[in-house]
Every structure is written in C-alpha cells, then in structure tokens.
C-alpha cells in the first residue's frame, strides 16, 4: 500500500500542475507561473510568491495547494548571530542541511548563498567540500535562501556552499528568477557568483545576457600550486580559466574580479606576487587578496600583515587594482571557507551513515 501511494503523488502533481514545470513555487519563472493557470485570471500574483516570512497568508497556501505545488521547502533549524552578521542553518527536505549567511552593512544587508549540498572540488582551505556532493541545490532551493533572509537584502553573492557553475542551470535559472520584473525585480549587478573557474562553463556564461559581477578563486600562479589547493580542479588549465573569466569580462564591459587567498610558505612570495601581475596586467580585471579563516583539521596559517603588504604592493607597483577584503562572520565561523555541510542534527554531514548520501 505504502509503495502504490508513494507512486501516485507525482501523477497527483501533474494532475493539478498540468505544465510539467517545478514543484517548488520559487523555482516557477513568470512564464511557467502563468502556463499553470492556462490563460484564466490567477488567484495570487507572481509577485506574491516572494512573501518574505516562512509563513505565507492563507490566501497563498489555498493557491498553492489547488495547484500543487510547495511555498516554502527550507526549514531554519539553526541560528548564530554575530557582530554584523547571522547564519542561517536550513534544514531539506531529504535530510540535508546547509548554511547561508546574512551580513549586514550600512546601506542593505548581503545574502551569501548555497548552490549545492556539498561541493565536489574540495579546496584544501574549504570546509564546505570536506564531505564531498551530495547533490545540486534546485533553483527554488536557492531562490527561498534569499527570501528567507529577509526584505532589506539589496545584494545577493553566490559564495556558500558548493560550486554555481557546477550547476550551471538551476542557478543560472535561480538569477533569472530573482531579477525578474514581476517577481522581487533584483537588480543583476547586485548578484556577484563566485567560482573556481570551469572553462567550458565561463564559456557558456560569456553569451548569457546577464549583467552579473563574477569572481574567480585563482589562489595561486602555477597549476601545480592550484592543483595542491583546489584538487578538483586539476583538469582545468590555469591560464584558460584567466584568459575565459577576461573574455568574460571584456564581453560584458565590466571587469572580473581574482580572489587571491594569500597563504605563507604556499602561494605568498614575490615571484608568486610577479607572476599574477604578469597574468593580468592590461586585463579588464582586479585582485582581492583575502586572509584565511580557519577551518578545523586543516593545517594551514593566516599570513602575516608584512608579506599581505609586500604582495599588495607589487600589484599596485604592476597597475593591477588590487584590494585586501576584509571577511566577516568570523565570530560565528560564517566566514568565507568556515560554512559546513550538514545534516538535520547540525553534525557536519560526512559523520553521517553511508547509506543516507545521495549521489
């Protein structure tokens, strides 16, 4: 009996949402919102989909029900404030959990934001990919991520857990959502994707019509140094992910920014500093050279201001515009590199029984 009712909820879903689109309501685009209602009058607008708090009005939750599809799928199980800024522990519907943080400034509040549970490209530095993929987050995952954390969000950057364009789609989908006029209208160049740089994937990005700030983990200027750091990256060439985020960058007439984290004895000498001036000198590009925050197990040290200074200035003495970001969430470990994936429980996901992964 269990296995026959389990089978029919999805021919349930279908019956009630004759589109064939997503289940979840924040992953409908406008488009596929108005196909639900074949050309009648709908009961709610697009707009009202986006309603900030978990608990929608009732009006809502009759609308989704007679149309099948879920309101809110992420549930906060956790919560840490600190200074400025508050992370958010959500909880899946299979069991999963991530981790998104909203840091507050003077003039908004930024999201940083999931796009897998898990990440398969393992940065030595990274906590996220210590337990590996568990699977790609669902455009309407993502999107509830920025709705969870509230109306004053004015700036939106894809740096939590799990590689964007290694699910290219549903984020890219996720960016189409939020910027779209009927919807919460979110201004693109307020949406900043961080990634490692998947060539082929930069490529795509290159002809999209997206007026988003991209920003590439480089950390090092030789492929044997980043190959150490980013192990998952080892099939992609350095000096292609530089010359696809430029044509990137020169394509949408807005520069591309290298995250650089500086790390003593690995990637912090001048030859290092000399070499990724050379990389990008006349490149519509700049450099922001970040600090590492710990991680526990991982044996690696925060550089100390002298050798940050030296690397810095050999850029600016190269024309490079260069910067030193300044992280936050350090006091609650939501900085970049500290978030975790894990499970219900809060316990990071990799103590968890085999047989509960999904590949």
């Known amino acids: 009996m269990a296995s026959a009712q389990r089978h029919s909820t999805p021919d349930l879903v279908r019956q009630r949402n004759p589109a064939g689109v997503s289940g979840l309501s924040?992953?409908?685009?406008?488009?596929?919102?108005?196909?639900?209602?074949?050309?009648?009058?709908?009961?709610?607008?697009?707009?009202?989909?986006?309603?900030?708090?978990?608990?929608?009005?009732?009006?809502?939750?009759?609308?989704?029900?007679?149309?099948?599809?879920?309101?809110?799928?992420?549930?906060?199980?956790?919560?840490?404030?600190?200074g400025r800024s508050e992370k958010?522990?959500?909880?899946?519907?299979?069991?999963?959990?991530?981790?998104?943080?909203?840091?507050?400034?003077?003039?908004?509040?930024?999201?940083?934001?999931?796009?897998?549970?898990?990440?398969?490209?393992?940065?030595?530095?990274?906590?996220?990919?210590?337990?590996?993929?568990?699977?790609?987050?669902?455009?309407?995952?993502?999107?509830?991520?920025?709705?969870?954390?509230?109306?004053?969000?004015?700036?939106?950057?894809?740096?939590?857990?799990?590689?964007?364009?290694?699910?290219?789609?549903?984020v890219l989908k996720a960016i189409r959502i939020l910027r779209d006029r009927q919807g919460m209208n979110f201004p693109t160049t307020g949406i900043t994707l961080s990634t490692i740089g998947i060539p082929k994937?930069?490529?795509?990005?290159?002809?999209?019509?997206?007026?988003?700030?991209?920003?590439?983990?480089?950390?090092?200027?030789?492929?044997?140094?980043?190959?150490?750091?980013?192990?998952?990256?080892?099939?992609?060439?350095?000096?292609e992910v530089v010359e696809r985020a430029c044509a990137w960058a020169r394509r949408h007439n807005r520069p591309v920014t290298f995250a650089y984290l500086v790390l003593p004895g690995i990637n912090d000498s001048i030859a290092d500093a000399r070499r990724l001036a050379a990389m990008l000198r006349d490149s519509p590009a700049r450099v922001n050279l970040m600090r590492w925050n710990p991680v526990d197990g991982v044996g690696l040290q925060r550089t100390p201001d002298r050798s940050l200074a030296h690397f810095r200035t050999t850029l600016e003495n190269a024309l490079v515009p260069v910067v030193v970001r300044d992280t936050q969430g350090r006091d609650i470990s939501a900085a970049c590199g500290q978030l975790w994936l894990r499970d219900l429980k809060g316990l990071p996901v990799g103590n968890r029984p085999r047989q509960g992964r999904m590949t």
Request: glycine share 10%; with cysteine.
């Open 88 to 170: 958010m522990l959500f909880g899946l519907h299979d069991g999963y959990a991530v981790e998104s943080v909203l840091i507050r400034r003077f003039d908004g509040h930024t999201a940083c934001i999931s796009s897998q549970v898990g990440c398969a490209f393992a940065c030595r530095f990274c906590a996220s990919g210590q337990a590996g993929l568990m699977r790609n987050l669902e455009a309407g995952e993502i999107v509830e991520q920025v709705v969870r954390l509230g109306p004053k969000v004015n700036r939106i950057v894809f740096m939590g857990i799990g590689e964007p364009l290694n699910n290219y789609q549903q």
């Open 201 to 239: 994937a930069l490529k795509q990005l290159r002809e999209e019509h997206l007026a988003i700030n991209l920003t590439i983990s480089l950390h090092a200027t030789t492929q044997e140094v980043r190959d150490r750091l980013i192990p998952g990256a080892r099939k992609h060439p350095l000096g």
């Open 26 to 82: 924040l992953g409908l685009t406008s488009s596929e919102f108005a196909g639900l209602h074949e050309g009648a009058v709908p009961d709610v607008t697009y707009r009202e989909l986006f309603f900030p708090h978990a608990d929608p009005p009732r009006r809502l939750q009759n609308w989704a029900r007679s149309r099948g599809v879920r309101l809110r799928t992420l549930t906060r199980i956790g919560r840490d404030q600190g």
